[in-house]
């Protein structure tokens, strides 16, 4: 059974640069494409970043330069450093997995909160 489980949320002043993290129950080179997507009160869920099996790496708007996003395949994990948040930046961060055949897969979620 595919898990996703984030860890690395929390309160963080503005400014300040922490780092997401991704672990997934099996092979991470099982999903074509992982990414990060961000869901803030009263908003839908958007794309922060995406990273395919490949390599090919996607930012939205709101996170380029700030935001990187990156993988260890040896730990089944991905990441997102996030660097330089802003109060706007808070909402729930999830990880998202697809297979590339119509599977995809969402963890809990973790709440980044950004204080100014």
């Known amino acids: 059974q595919v898990h996703l489980v984030e860890s690395g949320g929390g309160l963080v002043q503005a400014g300040g640069s922490p780092r997401l993290s991704c672990v997934t129950s099996?092979?991470?080179?099982?999903?074509?494409?992982m990414g990060w997507y961000r869901q803030a009160p009263g908003n839908q869920r958007e794309l922060v970043a995406e990273?395919?099996?490949?390599?090919?790496?996607k930012y939205a708007d709101s996170g380029k330069g700030r935001f990187t996003i990156s993988r260890d395949s040896f730990k089944n994990t991905m990441y997102l450093q996030m660097s330089n948040l802003a109060p706007e930046d808070t909402a729930v961060y999830y990880c998202?997995?697809?297979?590339?055949?119509?599977?995809?897969?969402w963890g809990q979620g973790t709440q980044v909160t950004v204080s100014s």
């Open positions: 099996v092979n991470i080179y099982m999903f074509e494409t």
């Open positions: 998202h997995g697809d297979n590339g055949v119509a599977e995809t897969y």
């Open positions: 990273i395919t099996r490949g390599g090919s790496i």
